[in-house]
């Protein structure tokens, strides 16, 4: 895959440059062209600053990797730890509105990725040669399985460290309603907020362990102490 996002890269031309720069950069992480990526990456998400300010957060997890797997070419610092530095740094810069953003970027199907890169090679099977067009859809899906597994398995820990940092999240809260059925719920708040709250509350019947607070972490980052019930005979709720 190396040698053929580096033949890929030396002929492909496209405009707008916003266009180009979102096909080069991964066809760059896949030649190993890191420091290049990254900063294909950086100019990048200044262009949909102005253009699409929604679709830089989608980005973020391509320009901590791209930066991660520079430092490891170039210290001893193996990828998992650069990842976790460059995560950190990069967090530790963000207001509660825009991790909350951020973070579901860094999710993903890491089967589905894997299968779609499978059914993508098996196209070109015992072919003699390749289309720029079939090179480029080869090579988007090859990297974003590659990134997918590569952090995907760091990102769990990482968020819930974030979080710690920027919440109190009590997962086995008990409410007991007015006929005196008990209910297992999550309660997220802000550490920031020293008065009383406003809430937000979900009923749900879909339960996950652990618990998903993904939801009402961005309930949080609004403001608000945000609050997932689940009815009974799910999660803790008897």
Same mark, same amino acid.
């Given at each position: 895959?190396?040698?053929?996002?580096?033949?890929?890269?030396? /002929?492909?031309?496209?405009? +707008?440059?916003?266009?180009?720069?979102?096909?080069?950069?991964?066809?760059?992480?896949?030649?190993?062209?890191?420091?290049?990526?990254?900063?294909?990456?950086?100019?990048?998400?200044?262009?949909?600053?102005i253009?699409?300010s929604?679709? /830089? +957060? *989608?980005?973020?997890?391509?320009?901590?990797?791209?930066?991660s797997r520079?430092?490891?070419l170039?210290?001893?610092?193996?990828?998992?730890?650069?990842?976790?530095?460059?995560f950190?740094?990069?967090?530790?810069?963000?207001?509660?509105? *825009?991790?909350?953003?951020?973070?579901?970027w860094?999710?993903?199907?890491l089967?589905?990725?894997?299968?779609?890169? *499978?059914?993508?090679?098996?196209?070109?099977?015992?072919?003699?040669?390749?289309?720029?067009?079939?090179?480029?859809?080869l090579?988007?899906?090859?990297?974003?399985?590659?990134?997918?597994?590569?952090?995907?398995?760091?990102?769990?820990?990482?968020?819930a460290?974030?979080?710690a940092?920027?919440?109190?999240?009590?997962?086995?809260?008990?409410?007991?309603?007015?006929?005196k059925?008990?209910?297992?719920?999550?309660?997220?708040?802000?550490?920031?907020?020293?008065?009383t709250?406003?809430?937000?509350?979900?009923f749900?019947?879909?339960?996950?362990?652990? +618990?998903?607070?993904?939801?009402?972490?961005?309930s949080?980052a609004?403001?608000?102490?945000?609050?997932?019930?689940?009815?009974?005979?799910?999660?803790?709720? +008897?």
């Amino acid at each position: 895959m190396p040698v053929l996002a580096k033949q890929a890269i030396a /002929v492909y031309q496209e405009l +707008p440059r916003e266009k180009f720069l979102n096909v080069v950069f991964r066809m760059q992480v896949v030649a190993g062209a890191y420091a290049q990526a990254s900063s294909s990456l950086t100019e990048l998400m200044a262009l949909r600053k102005i253009t699409d300010s929604m679709g /830089v +957060p *989608r980005l973020l997890p391509f320009a901590i990797e791209a930066k991660s797997r520079a430092r490891e070419l170039s210290t001893n610092i193996l990828f998992d730890e650069a990842f976790r530095q460059e995560f950190r740094q990069t967090f530790s810069q963000f207001d509660n509105m *825009r991790a909350a953003e951020a973070l579901p970027w860094f999710g993903g199907n890491l089967n589905r990725a894997r299968n779609d890169f *499978r059914a993508a090679l098996e196209k070109h099977k015992g072919k003699g040669s390749i289309t720029l067009t079939d090179a480029i859809d080869l090579l988007r899906k090859y990297h974003f399985f590659r990134s997918l597994d590569a952090w995907v398995r760091l990102v769990d820990s990482l968020a819930a460290e974030d979080d710690a940092r920027r919440y109190i999240v009590d997962k086995d809260v008990t409410i007991m309603t007015p006929d005196k059925t008990h209910l297992s719920a999550i309660l997220v708040r802000p550490k920031s907020a020293q008065e009383t709250r406003p809430s937000l509350l979900r009923f749900t019947i879909y339960a996950e362990e652990p +618990p998903d607070v993904a939801q009402p972490r961005t309930s949080a980052a609004h403001g608000y102490a945000a609050v997932v019930a689940f009815t009974r005979g799910k999660a803790h709720s +008897p």
